[in-house]
Every structure is written in C-alpha cells, then in structure tokens.
C-alpha cells in the first residue's frame, strides 16, 4: 500500500512540469459515458484543433463495448458539455450517450428514455436536487483512513481530525465541480468516518442526471489525484450496517407557488401507491440494495412499506419543515440508493406523480422480493 501511494504522489510532481508546457489552440475534449452496467463510467480524450463553442462542435465518435468475451463497436453521441477541471480552459469534458450501430440507444442507456419522459412533462418545469453520499476507501480496500479497531464513532456534519477522514477530497470535488459549471450546491460529512455527500440542484428536467453522473465523474478523477477509491455501494462496508443513499428532491411549479402543498400531498399519495415499482428502479440491482439498506436503522424506512411525514428522517418520503411552515415548495423522496441511475429515478417520480394514475392497491412488495 505504502509503496503504491508513494509512486502516486511522486507521479503528481512531476506532472506540474508538462501542465506548464504552451499549448496551441488545439483543445483536449473528454468524452465520458456509462459503461454496459448502467454503474460505472468511463472515458478517452480526443484533440478537436479548435476549442467548440457547444455541443454541436463535438463530434460523435466510436468506440469499443466490451460484454464478457463479446466486443462490438458504439457511438459515442454527446449530449452536455463542462469546462474541464483537471487541464483546464479550453479543454472540456463532455457526457455521451451510446448508441449501437444501427443509432439505438443500448439498454444501460436509460438517458435517452428518461429525456424523452422530460420533455413531455416540460410545462411542469420539475426541478430536482439529488443528494449523494460515498465512501472512500484506501488502495488497500479499506475504509479511508480508519484505525485497525475499526470506526470511530458515527459523526454526522463531524468536526476533527479524529472523526473524519478525507475532508480535503469533498472540498476539492466541490472546487472542481464549480469550475467544470456542475449545479453542487453543497456538501457535509456523513454517519460513517470517511463517508461524505455532495448535493447537486435545483436541476430542471434531464439536466438533473447530466449533472450528478458528471459529478460521480469528478469525483472519481479527483480520487485518482488522492490515491483512494470513492464507492457509490448502497452498503458500502461488509458487516457494518451503514448504508449510503442519493435522496431525490422534487417539485413542480405548482408545488413551488402559493398553496403549493396540495400538490406535493397529490403526489406523495400516488407514490404511495406504487412503492415496489419504484424500488425495483432505485438501486443498481433491481431492489435487491435497497432491500438491504432500508433496513429501519439509522435515518432510513422500511423497504416493505411506504410511509411519508413532515420532518421525520425514518419515512420513505419526507415532506421538509420549512415546506410544511411555508405551504408550498418540495418534497423529497429518501428510497434511491448511492448506485441509483439518477435517468430512471426522476422518470419514475414524474410517471408516477404527473403521468400515470396508479390503481388503487397498484402495490405489491412481495413481488419485488419474489423476483
Ligand atoms: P437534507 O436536509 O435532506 O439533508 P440537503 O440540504 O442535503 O437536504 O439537500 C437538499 C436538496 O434539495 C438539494 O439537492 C437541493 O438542490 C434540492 N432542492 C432545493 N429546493 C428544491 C426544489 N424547489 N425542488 C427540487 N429540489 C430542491
Ligand atoms: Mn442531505
Ligand atoms: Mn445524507
Ligand atoms: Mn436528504
């Protein structure tokens, strides 16, 4: 372990040598996208000789799709671009959806879909604020910085070198994501010593995703610089109970304006009414995370039944005080897990809550368990 964080922060010395040398007007574009799991991102650089003023400057391109042993080809289509933080103005990172040979989208591609989804509901103006927790872990595979006896204490928003490890790395992913123009909007330390959240929003319709899966980008580059792993594990250390999640937060116009609140207890009792379906979408494998995390403990529900209240942590959906004082604003959903596709959350939020009308009883939990 030593000798690996050694040779990487010698690697970061030198660097600063080779980011001094004069460029010309080419410009470095990053183009990152989600890998076939629908979990993890991925990314390579090409030179466009002349900075681009947008994404339509940004060609498409093509690369390898790698599933086991079987290796096709796909377009790489970019869809939203950010200043990069890490070589700096011109240079840009770029997010893309991928697309098979014959331009459809492939299965991880859930943007796509939930954009489609977007546009319908457009005239609602829906804003979304998600909330991301991680946890970092050492080269080692060890929870970043704890002592062999194991965690400290439970520190939520903790101050002090003896209750938080790797502060440096949520301020610098906050910096970096300012600068790349990714809508964070602040961060805190969480439950577990080494586990933090960023907050990303108000984000209107499929910006939302764009931005957190640019975010979820930043951080793993930011990491890299670090030396350490962020994991985005719904229960991210084996037999420790602890759990992270991405809340979602969301309101219409509607919801936003006077007497708003009518319409957030519309929405809560039609989400009340379809808990499974929204299960099955708010982890990475199809409930199975959640049916784990939201185990009643520690600021979470229960993943067997839907339960709403003002103020209170312990429900699957929280209506905030200031909400509830105020009449009218947003209400927040705490069931997406930290590996959630922030693409299928907000589709299934509007479906639910602007789209579709659930049947009375549409809910059964025993068939996400069965399945
Ligand atoms: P919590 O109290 O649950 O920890 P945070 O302060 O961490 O809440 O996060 C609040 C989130 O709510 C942010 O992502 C923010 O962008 C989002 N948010 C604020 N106002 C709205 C709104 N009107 N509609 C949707 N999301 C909102
Ligand atoms: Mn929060
Ligand atoms: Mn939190
Ligand atoms: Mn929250």
Redesign the pocket.
């Known amino acids: 372990m030593s000798d690996l964080s050694e040779s990487l922060r010698l690697h970061k010395t030198v660097k600063k040598h080779y980011m001094s040398l004069a460029k010309g007007a080419e410009c470095q574009v990053t183009y990152v996208w989600i890998d076939n799991a629908g979990e993890n991102l991925q990314c390579k650089t090409r030179i466009l000789n002349k900075e681009p003023t947008g994404i339509k400057d940004i060609p498409e391109w093509t690369t390898v799709w790698a599933i086991g042993h079987h290796f096709s080809e796909v377009t790489l289509v970019p869809v939203r671009m950010f200043r990069d933080p890490f070589t700096l103005d011109p240079d840009k990172l770029v997010l893309c959806e991928v697309l098979d040979s014959n331009h459809v989208p492939k299965e991880s591609n859930q943007r796509s879909q939930s954009a489609k989804v977007m546009e319908e509901v457009r005239e609602f103006q829906p804003?979304?604020?998600?909330?991301q927790e991680y946890t970092l872990f050492g080269l080692d595979g060890k929870p970043f910085g704890w002592p062999p006896q194991g965690c400290p204490r439970r520190a939520h928003c903790a101050v002090g070198i003896n209750k938080v490890y790797g502060r440096d790395i949520c301020i610098c992913h906050c910096r970096a994501c300012l600068y790349a123009g990714v809508k964070i909007?602040?961060t805190n330390a969480e439950a577990l010593a080494s586990q933090w959240?960023f907050?990303?929003?108000?984000c209107e319709g499929i910006e939302m995703g764009d931005h957190l899966w640019m975010a979820r980008y930043i951080l793993h580059r930011v990491c890299e610089d670090f030396g350490v792993v962020a994991s985005f594990d719904a229960q991210p250390i084996e037999g420790n109970t602890a759990t992270s999640g991405c809340?979602i937060?969301?309101?219409t116009k509607e919801m936003?304006s006077e007497g708003g609140l009518q319409y957030i207890e519309e929405a809560i009792k039609r989400l009340s009414k379809r808990h499974s379906q929204h299960l099955r979408v708010y982890d990475s494998h199809n409930g199975a995370d959640n049916m784990r995390r939201l185990n009643n403990q520690s600021t979470t529900s229960d993943f067997h039944y839907f339960s709403t209240a003002v103020s209170s942590r312990a429900v699957s959906v929280r209506i905030?005080g200031h909400v509830s004082q105020m009449g009218c604003?947003?209400f927040?959903d705490r069931r997406p897990a930290a590996n959630c596709d922030p693409y299928l959350v907000m589709r299934a939020l509007v479906e639910t809550c602007l789209l579709e009308t659930p049947e009375e009883n549409d809910d059964d939990v025993g068939k996400i368990m069965a399945s």
């Open positions: 804003w979304f604020g998600m909330e909007c602040g959240e907050q990303v929003g108000p809340h937060n969301f309101s936003r905030p604003g947003y927040e």
